[in-house]
């Protein structure tokens, strides 16, 4: 594939990222904080993320998986979710923490266990669609292009 | 009071000013990792030179209000700003605000506060203390760049 097709290809895979609501314009931001200084910037926030969130949930986990659920902690450990993926702009992530926030609050075992589930599917759809993503990249600059800039304009 | 996701002091901007071809020293407080790379790269951008600390105890460490150091020499380092997150374990990023603004050595330091949630109270209480500016998270560069704009006394 030549580069002008991979580049379509990113845009056009971008885009579905924006439009199925995983990404919202956060994202935009990150990406236009990446520079020749920092080339990387996008990929390292994003790890980040991804190690930090997988520690969480592990957190969460065992954290509902107690006789006396301390429902203080657990939503501290959301509230951290909801703050690291708003900054990075993973949206549906932080909509199932908003819900599960709600849950935390009115003590409701089973709304809680019910919104780990959904923030674990939406964390895992995220990753694999970034990870996609970034591995369009690679293989961009790796053909000696360079990654487009994205408009919010659809 | 606050319209858009920003509150701002509607006192005189004379401590906020620099003195010309100086870079504004920030400090930035956050407990969350990502949110810290996030604010440092903004602040970069911005051509500011950046310390980063991970709750309130580390900031007033930094800022020389450690409280084992009772003396008024200022031990600490300089800074032309802080920008803390409200939301923080242990210290919260008001409490912070009054322990730097209750200080001579610091209550000149414009602080500024970030916060996931636009609650009116929290922000009231935020700016009666002494807070410059009430920023909503997540942080874009443009909400930086005012920040910087104002500390640099930009005309226009």
């Keep these: 594939m030549e580069v002008g097709q991979m580049q379509r290809q990113w845009v056009d895979y971008t885009k579905s990222l924006f439009l199925e609501g995983f990404l919202d314009s956060q994202f935009l931001q990150l990406q236009q904080l990446q520079d020749e ?118 | 009071m ?15 000013v620099m003195e010309n071809g100086d870079v504004p020293h920030v ?39 450690a409280s084992d150091k009772q003396n008024n020499l200022g031990t600490g380092s300089k800074v032309n700003l802080v920008i803390t997150d409200y939301c923080m374990p242990g210290m919260t990023g008001y409490e912070l605000l009054k322990k730097i603004k209750e200080s001579a050595i610091t209550k000149e330091v414009p602080v500024v506060i970030m916060s996931s949630e636009n609650i009116p109270t929290r922000v009231n209480e935020c700016m009666e203390k002494g807070a410059q500016m009430f920023i909503q998270k997540p942080l874009k560069q443009s ?12 005309k226009g």
């Design chain 2, 27 to 65: 400090l930035a407080v956050d407990d969350n990792l990502i949110d810290r790379k996030l604010i440092e790269k903004l602040l970069r951008n911005s051509s500011c030179r950046v310390t980063t600390a991970e709750n309130g105890p580390r900031a007033l460490e930094f800022l020389g209000l």
């Design chain 2, 143 to 154: 909400d930086v760049k005012k920040l910087t704009c104002q500390l640099m006394n930009c």
């Design chain 1, 37 to 154: 200084n920092n080339p990387d910037f996008v990929v390292e926030v994003v790890s980040l993320f991804f190690e930090d969130s997988e520690r969480l949930l592990n957190d969460l986990t065992n954290s509902l998986d107690q006789q006396g659920i301390d429902y203080k902690k657990a939503d501290a450990y959301v509230h951290q979710l909801k703050g690291s993926s708003s900054s990075i702009g993973a949206q549906r992530v932080k909509n199932c923490c908003i819900a599960f926030r709600n849950f935390c609050e009115q003590q409701n075992i089973d709304g809680c266990i019910r919104c780990l589930e959904q923030v674990k599917q939406e964390y895992c759809l995220v990753k694999n669609k970034l990870e996609t993503l970034f591995g369009l990249e690679r293989q961009i600059v790796a053909a000696g292009g360079s990654i487009p800039t994205m408009e919010l304009s659809f």
């Design chain 2, 2 to 16: 606050a319209s858009g996701s920003a509150a701002s002091s509607s006192s005189s901007c004379s401590n906020w």
